[in-house]
């Protein structure tokens, strides 16, 4: 695709829960992270992708955090059991090999109500 | 793992003036170093990189300096403007598993 892309744009869930939130990377692009980023901060690193294994996914906060990414191409990140302090954007990002420029898709507002 | 710190967490400049942002590293195996900026309630976007072989690449009002030895590298933002304030981010990437490490980020305004 043209860029990366991220659904749902926005989410609003019950405390309790489950969630999937759902990245496109950009065609061709073997490396692909997951972030999230709280009102005014940083981004916290949460999962590295290379093809379809992980070699770092211990930005995992919890075990309620899982992530999958099948055929090379679409991940999902799955949250269990959502707890209010799971409000946050998160942003999904590819590159081409992992040595190179990431684009960011345009994240996914998760809201715990 | 590759640890990156970003000095200032906050900058505050007039308009006209120039802006630095200076970040460290601890793997010297890295050698892929983007910034990235971010306004408000928009997401990331590659704005200037350099790579291991060079010490200095410019793009206009934006440069980005690099020291191996010393393992950091900067951002130079020159003749600022109020639509340059926004999060800064550097990274740093290329070593062992190439993973893409950021810094906390620089908020830059820029006053008219």
């Known amino acids: 695709g043209a860029g990366v892309s991220q659904s749902p744009s926005n989410k609003v869930t019950e405390k309790g829960k489950d969630v999937e939130l759902r990245c496109d990377p950009i065609s061709g692009h073997t490396a692909l992270y997951w972030y999230r980023q709280s009102l005014g901060q940083g981004l916290e690193f949460l999962i590295y992708f290379q093809g379809n294994s992980a070699p770092d996914k211990s930005g995992l906060p919890s075990d309620r955090f899982s992530a999958e990414r099948t055929g090379g191409s679409v991940s999902t990140l799955t949250i269990q059991r959502t707890q209010q302090e799971d409000s946050a954007v998160y942003l999904c990002?590819?590159?081409?090999?992992?040595?190179?420029?990431?684009?960011f898709g345009q994240g996914t507002r998760l809201t715990v109500v | 793992g590759e640890n990156v710190e970003q000095h200032p967490s906050t900058l505050s400049v007039q308009e006209g003036d120039s802006a630095v942002i200076k970040c460290t590293y601890s793997d010297s195996a890295s050698n892929y170093f983007p910034w990235y900026k971010q306004e408000l309630g928009k997401r990331p976007q590659l704005i200037i990189d350099i790579r291991s072989n060079v010490g200095e690449k410019k793009d206009q009002r934006i440069a980005v300096t690099l020291n191996k030895t010393a393992k950091h590298f900067s951002l130079h933002i020159t003749e600022t403007q109020p639509e340059d304030s926004a999060v800064y981010f550097c990274?740093?990437?290329?070593?062992?598993?190439?993973?893409?490490?950021f810094g906390k980020g620089t908020l830059l305004t820029v006053n008219p």
């Open positions: 990002a590819s590159s081409l090999l992992g040595e190179g420029a990431a684009f």
């Open positions: 990274a740093a990437s290329g070593g062992s598993n190439y993973k893409l490490t």
